[in-house]
């Protein structure tokens, strides 16, 4: 990877549907060029998919939290299937520390979170933050 897929790679992380043409402009180069380019990385792993970055609160979701969850390791064949179909779970994450799993979560109000997390307690025992705000929302390594 060289310093003109790293111009892609970063126009791509600040907007996925940035007109071909206007990347190429970019980086000079044609638009053929940069997008080879970008089917290369895509075919590589390093472009792994295109998202859409939603406002959970506007969607009627202002309630974001980490939970930390002590699994026992014996649990996870079952903790996992049911971690995946929980749609309020925005990410999973086994993690290092007290705690053997991190998830975010977002939740129309305290009470359905409150209800989540005493779900969550037959797997063990869990400790939970309330996102305030985030002044550094998700974002991917800057090249």
């Known amino acids: 990877m060289d310093a003109v897929d790293k111009a892609i790679l970063s126009k791509l992380q600040e907007n996925a549907r940035i007109p071909l043409k206007n990347l190429a ?8 060029a940069v997008s080879a380019r970008i089917e290369r990385l895509e075919k590589e792993g390093i472009i792994q998919g295109y998202t859409v970055t939603l406002n959970h609160e506007k969607l009627g979701y202002p309630i974001v939290a980490f939970i930390n969850l002590d699994l026992d390791p014996a649990d996870k064949v079952r903790f996992y ?9 925005l990410e999973c994450s086994c993690v290092t520390g007290q705690y053997s799993i991190l998830l975010k979560v977002s939740f129309p109000g305290t009470g359905d979170l409150d209800a989540f997390i005493g779900k969550l307690q037959q797997f063990g025992k869990t400790n939970t933050q309330i996102v305030f705000s985030s002044p550094v929302e998700h974002r991917s390594i800057l090249l």
């Open 25 to 32: 402009e970019y980086v000079h180069l044609s638009s053929p």
């Open 81 to 89: 299937p049911y971690i995946e179909k929980c749609k309020n779970v």
